[in-house]
């Protein structure tokens, strides 16, 4: 459908790398908006620690959105919710892949909108041939050495291959 | 956020009848688009007969999104993709309120992708207390004489004791 | 544990027909409650029509519980958080044996504390061997032929069998 | 791999009506064992009624399966473990597409296992782009107009049109 | 239901640190029980270390509960069932919230009633504005800096301000 | 069902330790392929660290299963497809226990599915008995000094507990 697009959307997470599934997501929703705004997480969290730093991470993004013309990509510290308002976003969107998936944002979702009932966040279904693919999995694919063709662009693939070697 | 909305967004269900959690949706969407069309399913599907008539349907909705300014209820009896792309719609919006409303919905998301991969479906997460609301729990409510009064809007109620009577 | 019981519990269902899941959830129940009243729904809801009559329901029940000494069985025909009020339960208790119970029974515990906030509903852990035995799995299983030894009381076998002969 | 294939298995369903996602379980079963037998239920159960007869579905499957050379199509009304066991069969084999396909199976598993502990059952995880298809959203987009090109072989898409125009 | 309350109800967790859903369900179960005892988990498990120490996470609790004039807090550093067994509990009573919630509790009840069959353990749906609250939600709001207001008492959010602090 | 058996299957896992699960599904296993190996992963991944060395966790199986004949156990610290294709493998064979373990199973499969179209990979369902038995769960109740008697060997528990006390 041709339409016109409006409106500023947000797409956070980690993207530690970014996959054709994170791709795909956004690609999508720079087709529904004028604007989208990837927001790489920076600040560390308990639970894990990053294999590519922020600024690697906006990087190997960046070079992947550049065609699509209405993507920036920023890193974020603050609560996602924060972020998004100071950029006058209009909804925060993410893909759900798998059950696990729904579960975990369906409580982000919740504490998010105790924390800011006025931003509104909208999830879209992966693709079928994209709802295997997580950055977790391409890594653990990664370091037994197997073939990275289909799930992270070439220039990731390079970098994910020499940061294991280290 | 104050800003901008844009767009056509289309609610599709069988809102048999509508409840809050319904309603909550469609406020959430009509705060985002410029306008919204709630989809009322005519064609009967063959494993379920609805207790009201699309036209019942479509009047109680009605009369209770008047106050929204921006929001229509149309009933149809194509596939809803089908219905999207002849109203111009920007989206497909659902709610979203339990794993198996989500894996019923990554099912229906793969296949309106196939009919028609113009035309992009968003999820909303359901508040949390509407998260356990659904048309037949209130049938089910109705039909051993309890309390609708949190569940579904006043006329619903009314009707739904009427209907339940006969 | 040895300890004294106290209080009244209610353990509603459809029984169609009793497993011995259920005794099996029953006799736990009967282990920390005073009382226990097996409460069997009667009202037909919409969506099912069971293959035996309450009455033949609780009588098969009955046959089964009366070891126990502290449990009775009654049907109902009324909103369970209704019933287990005038029955001055002190608990409503039902048995989990999957994901699929478990997003049935979120959903009716909101709805019925909703209904009625004093009423507690408490849930127990189906034990292993009977976490996949259900009435409709039983029921199948019989139409085939099966045998229903481990799966349902002697009594209750012979009644199915008959039931489904004609 | 090339290897030799041996061993008896048999997938079966109701198969109202035959999906390429299957199909797709048919074939890599099929890859496996030296002959496959796909067992299409016939004795009707109390849930559900089928779109087609029994003879009618064997008929549809037959036409797709005849390529693959070491694949027979029976129907049976009997308990699925002893249809196995009569015709020799290694192996019951079924696919899993989602959460709700895996609870069911595996309820039905422990079922079949109880009744005869001699019959192993294996799965196969549908592949992507099946991941989303079932009969009855087959029938749901039949019902509805929509296209089937990707769905079902071209002449279970004609019988589905003509059945549903009756 | 104003009722005679009896028995002693044990409530463990890692509570690391308690939230409102911690305290609704303990509160809930004090409405049940004569005596409810709050088991804080002290032995450190491998795979998670704690924010607060078993000293502090208790301290916290107790500020909570002693409200209700029936509960006390204690850490335990054995099995769960072993705890309860010398305390003459009659149950051990736990929340769920969500099917990740109900498939861990499932295996740790099959665990628990392996080692210790005398033991039951019980289950309350946690109330839907606290569904979607854990310490691991509020910890990651804390460390992004966002308003704790609604997810722990007043205490609970200057500790944790103050832990994260250093 | 007395059967000729043939082929070869993998059996791949971490089995830190080797439980009774596990053993229920190399024995199921062991009874439907010639020949069957278990693949005791030895590359550490990013996530966990492995309690046993990969040479431990090998002996402990091997113990076990000599008695079964067809039987061997090797490490691995590659693609288990690419494993499976050297060891002229006829499928990949797994154990599904719960929710979670068919989610993470359907990602792996997919993922091994894309670097290696050729291999198949089925799964067993575990028996209820071991439903809830898993290698972390075993760890935590030896950690704090359970019985270990019904979940693993009693050669395994020796082991474990001494490790433990280290």
Do not use: W
């Not at 993004?61 to 550049?66: F, M």
């Not at 105790?114 to 997580?134: C, G, N, R, T, W």
């Not at 063709?149 to 291959?161: I, M, S």
């Amino acid at each position: 459908m041709a339409r016109d697009r409006a409106g500023v959307a947000v797409c956070p997470g980690s993207y530690d790398p970014v996959t054709f599934g994170h791709l795909d997501i956004i690609a999508r929703t720079a087709a529904l908006y004028e604007r989208v705004i990837v927001a790489v997480v920076n600040l560390p969290t308990r639970k894990q620690q990053t294999l590519f730093s922020a600024e690697e991470r906006c990087e190997m993004i960046g070079a992947e959105v550049e065609k699509l013309g209405n993507v920036q990509v920023k890193s974020f510290d603050r609560l996602i919710v924060d972020f998004a308002r100071e950029h006058g976003a209009n909804a925060i969107v993410k893909g759900l892949r798998a059950i696990s998936d729904f579960e975990y944002e369906f409580e982000m979702n919740q504490l998010n909108r105790k924390m800011a009932p006025d931003v509104e966040s909208i999830y879209m279904m992966s693709s079928p041939q994209y709802s295997f693919l997580s950055s977790s999995g391409v890594k653990e694919v990664a370091t037994f050495g197997g073939d990275l063709t289909d799930l992270v662009p070439r220039a990731v693939a390079t970098r994910l291959e020499d940061q294991l070697k280290r």
